[in-house]
């Protein structure tokens, strides 16, 4: 089936620093999203992306946090600065159109912040 | 407040029997109820969904029972197979859109040969 890429599959960064993790969506799709998973606890969700713009976002996606899409390029999240509690695993999702249609999610992006 | 709950945690089953995955929720606004299938290392996968105007929805060996009264659905999956070994996870939503997302915690299914 179509597939979504993650890079980076793993990243460790000191507290403060700026991280960009990178998804690869599936071709001709036109929305994205980004899930964040704690360890032993719910996927949530962030985000949700169409047309350059954010569409909706959660309570968690804090002021630090930006998404965006160049060029048709990769479907980026920046944190800057991280903060010790941004440690997990976060799912980047795309689909055709919005709504309720079938997402396709990454394999996930494994952030420890120390 | 956690808005998914699923039951049991873990699952283990025989091969060709059927195993049975629980969920509840607790907002009565929630209309709509996707369940994902997830193998390690791999992002979550569609497996099936419903909507509240149904009680159950078929496709292949994998059911959901919905009972909208008790806010409860349930997911069989009937002559289990190995290859089903994986995280099942409940997920539940409304019209609001996806600001009132929400996943469970998973059960993880181990289906013996």
């Known amino acids: 089936g179509p597939k979504v890429l993650q890079i980076p599959s793993h990243q460790i960064i000191d507290m403060g620093q700026m991280v960009t993790l990178n998804c690869d969506p599936v071709?001709?799709?036109?929305?994205f999203y980004w899930y964040k998973q704690i360890l032993g606890q719910q996927m949530e969700f962030l985000v949700n992306?169409?047309?350059?713009?954010?569409?909706?976002k959660s309570k968690l996606f804090k002021d630090q946090f930006s998404v965006e899409r160049p060029d048709g390029s990769y479907f980026t999240l920046k944190i800057q600065p991280t903060a010790l509690e941004d440690s997990a695993v976060y799912f980047c999702?795309?689909?055709?159109?919005?709504?309720?249609?079938?997402?396709?999610f990454g394999p996930g992006t494994r952030l420890l912040v120390l | 407040q956690q808005q998914v709950r699923q039951s049991p945690q873990s699952l283990t089953v025989w091969e060709g029997e059927t195993a049975i995955l629980n969920c509840s929720y607790e907002?009565?606004?929630?209309?709509?109820f996707p369940w994902y299938q997830q193998f390690p290392g791999e992002g979550p996968a569609l497996l099936i969904s419903?909507?509240?105007?149904?009680d159950k929805k078929e496709d292949g060996r994998f059911t959901i029972f919905f009972n909208k009264r008790e806010k409860k659905l349930s997911l069989h999956i009937t002559d289990s197979q190995p290859g089903d070994s994986a995280t099942y996870f409940c997920?539940?939503?409304?019209?609001?859109?996806?600001?009132?997302?929400?996943f469970g915690k998973g059960t993880s299914l181990t289906v013996i040969p």
């Open positions: 907002d009565s606004t929630f209309n709509y």
């Open positions: 992306f169409y047309n350059g713009k954010v569409m909706e």
């Open positions: 071709s001709n799709h036109l929305y």
């Open positions: 997920a539940a939503s409304s019209n609001t859109g996806y600001q009132n997302f929400y």
């Open positions: 419903i909507s509240s105007v149904s």
């Open positions: 999702a795309s689909s055709s159109w919005g709504g309720w249609d079938t997402q396709y």
